[in-house]
């Protein structure tokens, strides 16, 4: 019973200079059961940092609440682990320090700590990387390198921000694949951030589209793409005629949201 | 081999210029090919073109080398080695002459005799004007105004060649003859003249301390050595000749008794006290000026022209005589030359502040000798070496003196036989003050090693004290707000401003120098520390608290990490500040150290060993700035690739 439940999650910003209040979030209300995979989807500004950030505890709301397993978020922790988009990594460290950070902040047993992150550079496909700086691996290593180093933690949530946003379509693609193999093997609930409506409908078994002003779920999905792209190969998933369906309706609306907001501005 | 190495320099010098010349000249020509081959492959601006070239390096180098060389005339010394002691005799006879040529028009633009009478003629008319205005009474302004005549009429006398007597007149022309036989006999050129033994025996040029052997060593040096002592003869009966004869004997005496009246009666004391007072300065105005025209200095100016011409002879003559030595003057040793003063010949222009580069490396040898008793270091000191040092010392540099005093218990006081029988008590301040024996330790030693000393002390204070409050302040609401303004405030003031009340404070021993570079070193590491820790990126701390870091944990593998850039940018800084804080605070006081060094040469004048002090901070600045540089490629590769 390790649900994800926010009940009406809402945050609000005081811009320092004006002091006008900014309604960053309001009223958010959904339950991720365990090992379930959302994605979530909206025009920029609306507040997809801020929910995640939330979740993970790095801000506090200013109304409602999150909780996990029962109980409330008002900190960082081990539970919650996350993916950044890019220079998250340390640089001054070997990609094995890198992953085994979180073991060794909680001086786990050094030869423990070999064995494990020997596995996971296997299972994010970064064998024989070790010893390697971070800074000498392309954009699409290091992001394998963060992926491991959240799953190590064994955290029971994983909380992804636009982590594919600075990589290239092929790249991606296969980090897409990695993404979906790791959710199947390790059944973790995960909650992925993108701007890319395609992403969002393979990754997401659920999908949120959000409307920014004040950031709320405009729109619900439940997708089958997810599931199928264990098996089937992507590119032929993005070719099915209801993804294409999903795909220009959701653009449709993003860029209404678009509309409206460059017509209020 | 060093003393035959220091007597050799001219002719070392001799070979390395060669060689440095053949070298510039290779790297130009390298350096040209170079450039046609890579002419095409990059355009202007690309940082590449500025990639390599390290014979560009070499010729800046040799160009620099032979620079220095020429205008601290070490060229001129490695090819003309005997040029400054013919030189230093010129300068002789130049001397000896000098006494003559002031009173014609080749030493200066006028005779002596013409300034003579026009300075003292606007004087007197000077006085005149001012006649009107004074206390005096009519009568006495009409006295005056006849004793200026008079003055004036002297010096009209004596310009009138009628008037000059016949022995002057013979006295100036066998003067005239002289130096005329004195040209002669510089013209006929060294006849079999040969140097003596004692001038033989003499140290090379820049071997002593007064640089240059001035007893004659050459046949030409001889010569002129010999010219200068029979110039200086002829110049003393110059100085003898005066311009007297009766009429003015008469004149003078008869101004004597006017001047004589008229201060008699300025001190008859009927006046008060201002009125005398300016009626004596005028009267005294008047007498000075009489007193300057009346032993005969004023000689009409066609009776000086035998000389004037002699002495021009003598010039020409002398020129002449110096044959190829003019033109190796003229090319090989910039500024005026040598000049001789009363007991020595002294290079004058650049080579007298600028010194020829083999000295300076024969006055680094002598300092780097570590064998002070044989003339080695610097007052007694070495330069660099090492010594035993008592363990005992280095622990009651560490254990307070007042630890002992509050120990419990009473310090041991003599018994009844006179004897006293030490105590715990008594052996801890023993122990305090370093009066035990503990063994010794092989210790670096020397001036330049006191100057590192001061700056890896305070270096290593104002780092361990220095970055860890820097990364607080970094992340730190109380720290920044309560420290900054404190830091902020003595970090803008030169650390020199600093130096006297610290001087005072701490002493002029080692603490207060290091007190004063700490403060330097802390105040450039709290900031840098403080900007690195300030600059981590969100998302780093933002991740390794989801990684499950405690803050402690943050600060020490995230936030210190992620500021050692800055920081090891900050301590290069820092080590090149604290440099220059120390050479200038020991030039302010203290007994060791390369700039203590400086200070007494300074004082002395003594640019060779100024010099070798300047190359030695240039050296040590440069091998402290290499390691850094090596140290920040090997600990933060990763710098800007985050
Ligand atoms: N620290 C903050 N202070 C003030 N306003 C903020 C802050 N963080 C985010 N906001 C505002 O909240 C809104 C949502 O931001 P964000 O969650 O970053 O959007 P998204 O990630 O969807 O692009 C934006 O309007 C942004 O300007
Ligand atoms: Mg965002």
Same mark, same amino acid.
């Given at each position: 019973m390790a649900d994800l439940v926010c009940e009406n999650l809402s945050m609000t910003f005081t811009n320092p200079q004006t002091g006008a209040a900014v309604h960053a979030l309001k009223d958010i209300n959904f339950t991720l059961k365990k090992g379930e995979l959302l994605s979530v989807l909206g025009p920029s500004g609306c507040g997809k940092t801020t929910l995640l950030n939330l979740i993970a505890g790095f801000i506090n709301a200013t109304d409602g609440n999150a909780k996990l397993g029962g109980r409330t978020i008002d900190a960082p922790g081990v539970e919650r682990g996350m993916v950044f988009q890019q220079g998250a990594l340390f640089e001054w460290l070997p990609v094995s320090r890198n992953v085994d950070f979180g073991l060794r902040m909680k001086r786990n047993n050094p030869k423990e700590n070999e064995e494990l992150v020997e596995k996971w550079l296997d299972i994010v496909g970064l064998q024989g990387f070790g010893d390697t700086p971070t800074y000498q691996l392309s954009g699409g290593m290091q992001q394998r390198v963060a992926l491991a180093r959240?799953?190590?933690n064994d955290p029971e949530v994983i909380l992804m921000d636009e982590p594919l946003g600075a990589l290239d379509a092929l790249t991606r693609e296969k980090m897409q694949s990695l993404v979906l193999e790791l959710w199947k093997e390790t059944g973790k609930t995960i909650m992925i951030i993108t701007h890319s409506v395609e992403e969002a409908l393979l990754l997401g078994e659920r999908l949120f589209v959000m409307a920014p002003r004040p950031g709320r779920v405009h729109k619900e999905y439940r997708l089958p793409f997810a599931e199928r792209g264990l098996q089937e190969s992507l590119r032929e998933i993005k070719h099915d005629p209801y993804f294409s369906e999903v795909r220009e309706e959701i653009l449709t609306m993003i860029w209404d949201m678009e509309e409206e907001i460059m017509g209020r501005v | 081999m060093f003393e035959w190495l220091s007597d050799n320099r001219a002719s070392i010098a001799a070979v390395l210029i060669l060689v440095m010349t053949g070298t510039f000249v290779w790297s130009i020509v390298v350096g040209r090919r170079q450039a046609r081959l890579t002419a095409n492959d990059e355009v202007f601006g690309d940082p590449v073109r500025t990639k390599g070239g390290w014979y560009w390096a070499v010729c800046g180098v040799s160009a620099l080398f032979l620079l220095w060389s020429y205008y601290s005339w070490g060229v001129g010394r490695a090819y003309f080695p005997n040029a400054a002691n013919e030189m230093c005799q010129i300068a002789k006879l130049e001397e000896a002459v000098s006494p003559i040529k002031a009173a014609l028009p080749i030493g200066s633009r006028y005779y002596k005799s013409t300034l003579l009478a026009s300075r003292n003629s606007d004087q007197l008319d000077n006085l005149e004007a001012q006649l009107e205005g004074t206390v005096f009474s009519d009568a006495e302004k009409s006295e005056l105004l006849d004793v200026i005549g008079q003055v004036r009429e002297l010096i009209a006398n004596s310009s009138n060649p009628a008037n000059m007597g016949e022995e002057p007149k013979a006295k100036l022309l066998s003067l005239a003859e002289r130096l005329n036989e004195l040209s002669s006999y510089i013209h006929a050129g060294p006849n079999g003249l040969t140097p003596s033994d004692e001038a033989l025996a003499q140290p090379k040029w820049g071997t002593t301390f007064t640089e240059i052997p001035i007893l004659p060593i050459t046949e030409r040096g001889m010569l002129f050595d010999a010219a200068s002592v029979e110039a200086a003869e002829i110049a003393g009966a110059f100085n003898k000749i005066r311009n007297k004869f009766s009429a003015n004997d008469v004149l003078i005496d008869d101004i004597k008794t006017r001047i004589e009246a008229l201060k008699e009666i300025n001190e008859s004391g009927e006046f008060d006290e201002l009125e005398r007072a300016n009626r004596e300065d005028y009267v005294k105005a008047v007498e000075r000026i009489f007193k300057r025209l009346d032993d005969g200095l004023i000689f009409p100016a066609a009776a000086l022209e035998d000389v004037d011409t002699a002495i021009a002879n003598l010039d020409a003559t002398a020129r002449d005589a110096q044959g190829g030595l003019r033109f190796a003057d003229a090319l090989f040793f910039p500024g005026p030359g040598i000049v001789k003063s009363r007991t020595q010949c002294?290079?004058?222009?650049?080579?007298?502040? !600028?010194?020829? /580069?083999?000295?300076?490396?024969?006055?680094?040898?002598r300092l780097a000798n570590p064998d002070v008793e044989s003339g080695g270091g610097y007052r007694g000191f070495p330069l660099l070496w090492w010594d035993w040092l008592p363990i005992a010392d280095v622990v009651a540099f560490f254990?307070?003196?007042?630890?002992?005093?509050?120990?419990p218990g009473e310090y041991a006081s003599h018994g009844p036989d006179g004897t006293i029988t030490p105590n715990f008590k008594d052996k801890l301040l023993a122990f305090a003050q370093g009066d035990v024996s503990l063994g010794h330790v092989p210790m670096l030693d020397g001036h330049i090693w006191d100057s590192l000393f001061r700056v890896l002390v305070a270096l290593a204070l104002g780092i361990f004290l220095g970055v860890p409050l820097g990364l607080l302040m970094g992340v730190s609401r109380f720290f920044k707000s309560f420290f900054d303004p404190l830091i902020? !405030?003595?970090? /803008?003031?030169?650390p020199l401003a600093w130096a006297p009340l610290i001087l005072t404070i701490f002493g002029i021993h080692d603490d207060g120098k290091i007190f004063l570079l700490f403060m330097v070193a802390f105040a450039i590491m709290v900031i840098s520390a403080r900007t690195g820790a300030s600059g981590v990126?969100?998302?780093?701390?933002?991740?390794?608290?989801?990684l499950g870091a405690t803050d402690r944990q943050i600060m020490w593998n995230v936030i210190l990490p992620n500021a050692m850039p800055e920081i090891l940018t900050g301590t290069r800084i820092a080590v090149g500040v604290c440099w220059g804080t120390l050479v200038a605070a020991e030039m302010l006081a203290g007994t060791t150290g390369v700039g203590f060094i400086e200070n007494i040469a300074r004082t002395v004048s003594d640019y060779e060993l100024i010099w070798v002090t300047i190359l030695i901070m240039?050296?040590?600045?440069l091998v402290f700035d290499l390691i850094m540089r090596w140290i920040i490629q090997r600990t933060i590769p990763w710098r800007g690739m985050g």
């Amino acid at each position: 019973m390790a649900d994800l439940v926010c009940e009406n999650l809402s945050m609000t910003f005081t811009n320092p200079q004006t002091g006008a209040a900014v309604h960053a979030l309001k009223d958010i209300n959904f339950t991720l059961k365990k090992g379930e995979l959302l994605s979530v989807l909206g025009p920029s500004g609306c507040g997809k940092t801020t929910l995640l950030n939330l979740i993970a505890g790095f801000i506090n709301a200013t109304d409602g609440n999150a909780k996990l397993g029962g109980r409330t978020i008002d900190a960082p922790g081990v539970e919650r682990g996350m993916v950044f988009q890019q220079g998250a990594l340390f640089e001054w460290l070997p990609v094995s320090r890198n992953v085994d950070f979180g073991l060794r902040m909680k001086r786990n047993n050094p030869k423990e700590n070999e064995e494990l992150v020997e596995k996971w550079l296997d299972i994010v496909g970064l064998q024989g990387f070790g010893d390697t700086p971070t800074y000498q691996l392309s954009g699409g290593m290091q992001q394998r390198v963060a992926l491991a180093r959240c799953l190590i933690n064994d955290p029971e949530v994983i909380l992804m921000d636009e982590p594919l946003g600075a990589l290239d379509a092929l790249t991606r693609e296969k980090m897409q694949s990695l993404v979906l193999e790791l959710w199947k093997e390790t059944g973790k609930t995960i909650m992925i951030i993108t701007h890319s409506v395609e992403e969002a409908l393979l990754l997401g078994e659920r999908l949120f589209v959000m409307a920014p002003r004040p950031g709320r779920v405009h729109k619900e999905y439940r997708l089958p793409f997810a599931e199928r792209g264990l098996q089937e190969s992507l590119r032929e998933i993005k070719h099915d005629p209801y993804f294409s369906e999903v795909r220009e309706e959701i653009l449709t609306m993003i860029w209404d949201m678009e509309e409206e907001i460059m017509g209020r501005v | 081999m060093f003393e035959w190495l220091s007597d050799n320099r001219a002719s070392i010098a001799a070979v390395l210029i060669l060689v440095m010349t053949g070298t510039f000249v290779w790297s130009i020509v390298v350096g040209r090919r170079q450039a046609r081959l890579t002419a095409n492959d990059e355009v202007f601006g690309d940082p590449v073109r500025t990639k390599g070239g390290w014979y560009w390096a070499v010729c800046g180098v040799s160009a620099l080398f032979l620079l220095w060389s020429y205008y601290s005339w070490g060229v001129g010394r490695a090819y003309f080695p005997n040029a400054a002691n013919e030189m230093c005799q010129i300068a002789k006879l130049e001397e000896a002459v000098s006494p003559i040529k002031a009173a014609l028009p080749i030493g200066s633009r006028y005779y002596k005799s013409t300034l003579l009478a026009s300075r003292n003629s606007d004087q007197l008319d000077n006085l005149e004007a001012q006649l009107e205005g004074t206390v005096f009474s009519d009568a006495e302004k009409s006295e005056l105004l006849d004793v200026i005549g008079q003055v004036r009429e002297l010096i009209a006398n004596s310009s009138n060649p009628a008037n000059m007597g016949e022995e002057p007149k013979a006295k100036l022309l066998s003067l005239a003859e002289r130096l005329n036989e004195l040209s002669s006999y510089i013209h006929a050129g060294p006849n079999g003249l040969t140097p003596s033994d004692e001038a033989l025996a003499q140290p090379k040029w820049g071997t002593t301390f007064t640089e240059i052997p001035i007893l004659p060593i050459t046949e030409r040096g001889m010569l002129f050595d010999a010219a200068s002592v029979e110039a200086a003869e002829i110049a003393g009966a110059f100085n003898k000749i005066r311009n007297k004869f009766s009429a003015n004997d008469v004149l003078i005496d008869d101004i004597k008794t006017r001047i004589e009246a008229l201060k008699e009666i300025n001190e008859s004391g009927e006046f008060d006290e201002l009125e005398r007072a300016n009626r004596e300065d005028y009267v005294k105005a008047v007498e000075r000026i009489f007193k300057r025209l009346d032993d005969g200095l004023i000689f009409p100016a066609a009776a000086l022209e035998d000389v004037d011409t002699a002495i021009a002879n003598l010039d020409a003559t002398a020129r002449d005589a110096q044959g190829g030595l003019r033109f190796a003057d003229a090319l090989f040793f910039p500024g005026p030359g040598i000049v001789k003063s009363r007991t020595q010949c002294t290079e004058q222009g650049p080579a007298r502040w !600028l010194p020829k /580069p083999t000295d300076v490396v024969a006055t680094f040898a002598r300092l780097a000798n570590p064998d002070v008793e044989s003339g080695g270091g610097y007052r007694g000191f070495p330069l660099l070496w090492w010594d035993w040092l008592p363990i005992a010392d280095v622990v009651a540099f560490f254990i307070p003196d007042w630890i002992a005093d509050v120990w419990p218990g009473e310090y041991a006081s003599h018994g009844p036989d006179g004897t006293i029988t030490p105590n715990f008590k008594d052996k801890l301040l023993a122990f305090a003050q370093g009066d035990v024996s503990l063994g010794h330790v092989p210790m670096l030693d020397g001036h330049i090693w006191d100057s590192l000393f001061r700056v890896l002390v305070a270096l290593a204070l104002g780092i361990f004290l220095g970055v860890p409050l820097g990364l607080l302040m970094g992340v730190s609401r109380f720290f920044k707000s309560f420290f900054d303004p404190l830091i902020e !405030l003595y970090r /803008p003031v030169p650390p020199l401003a600093w130096a006297p009340l610290i001087l005072t404070i701490f002493g002029i021993h080692d603490d207060g120098k290091i007190f004063l570079l700490f403060m330097v070193a802390f105040a450039i590491m709290v900031i840098s520390a403080r900007t690195g820790a300030s600059g981590v990126l969100l998302s780093k701390i933002r991740a390794s608290h989801s990684l499950g870091a405690t803050d402690r944990q943050i600060m020490w593998n995230v936030i210190l990490p992620n500021a050692m850039p800055e920081i090891l940018t900050g301590t290069r800084i820092a080590v090149g500040v604290c440099w220059g804080t120390l050479v200038a605070a020991e030039m302010l006081a203290g007994t060791t150290g390369v700039g203590f060094i400086e200070n007494i040469a300074r004082t002395v004048s003594d640019y060779e060993l100024i010099w070798v002090t300047i190359l030695i901070m240039g050296i040590l600045g440069l091998v402290f700035d290499l390691i850094m540089r090596w140290i920040i490629q090997r600990t933060i590769p990763w710098r800007g690739m985050g």
